[in-house]
């Protein structure tokens, strides 16, 4: 029973590209959330999605950043002409429901911009 | 002022020693609690959640809130170099699924 699975590992882009984290929730799982880790910070949430419907994105950035879960295949989380200060560990979790038992963590995208 | 405040850290403890980890919050709505664990390069895993006050003992691991103090605590017995790992508490009212984090700390257990 695979985890929260998120690729890549490591992403590395220059300034003005665009940036694509992917997420696939546990197995039966259908609500995705997505933090943010700046260094020497804490986890940031970003935004709540379940399949096809996003339902919170108060943490996103109003500019440049998008996420989408549709029906089939994994989470999306896009930044477009990133910059430097995009550079931070991605997370994204996933739970059967909204209790906080099923809340699962993946590994994380780290993004380097350069 | 930051909602939730994370003693920053770095600590290093000898094996077999009591590590205590605290964190401050300023919303009183904050009603579930919980501390995750987080090894380098790697997602958090979460190691105990409370509601409300008093304590939980899983183990080595004892979870404290005292809410009138607006302050939790974790406290790791007979630790272990496998329980070097950075660690974050983290909080939710009771009708938001959005968790309020602190910043982390780095905890070394030196065999």
């Known amino acids: 029973n695979a985890g929260v699975m998120q690729n890549p590992r490591h992403l590395v882009r220059r300034r003005g590209q665009e940036a694509r984290l992917r997420c696939s929730p546990m197995?039966?799982?259908?609500?995705v959330y997505w933090y943010r880790q700046l260094p020497e910070e804490g986890l940031k949430f970003m935004v709540y999605?379940?399949?096809?419907?996003?339902?919170?994105e108060s943490g996103m950035p109003k500019e440049r950043f998008s996420a989408e879960f549709p029906k089939e295949g994994p989470s999306i989380l896009r930044i477009q002409q990133v910059v430097r200060g995009d550079s931070a560990a991605y997370f994204c979790a996933s739970s059967p429901g909204t209790g906080i038992d099923g809340y699962t963590f993946g590994s994380g995208t780290r993004l380097t911009v350069v | 002022q930051k909602e939730v405040e994370q003693d920053p850290g770095p600590l290093s403890v000898p094996e077999g020693a009591i590590v205590s980890l605290n964190c401050t919050y300023s919303n009183s709505a904050f009603q579930y609690f919980m501390w995750y664990r987080q090894y380098s390069r790697k997602g958090p895993e979460l190691l105990m959640y409370?509601?409300?006050?008093g304590n939980k003992e899983d183990g080595r691991f004892t979870a404290q809130v005292d809410k009138s103090s607006k302050y939790i605590s974790l406290f790791i017995r007979d630790s272990q170099p496998s329980d070097s790992a950075t660690y974050l508490c983290a909080m939710r009212t009771s009708n938001d699924y959005k968790l309020s984090f602190g910043a982390g700390t780095t905890v070394t257990v030196r065999a």
């Open positions: 999605l379940q399949k096809e419907n996003i339902i919170d």
């Open positions: 409370t509601y409300s006050s």
């Open positions: 197995k039966g799982h259908s609500h």
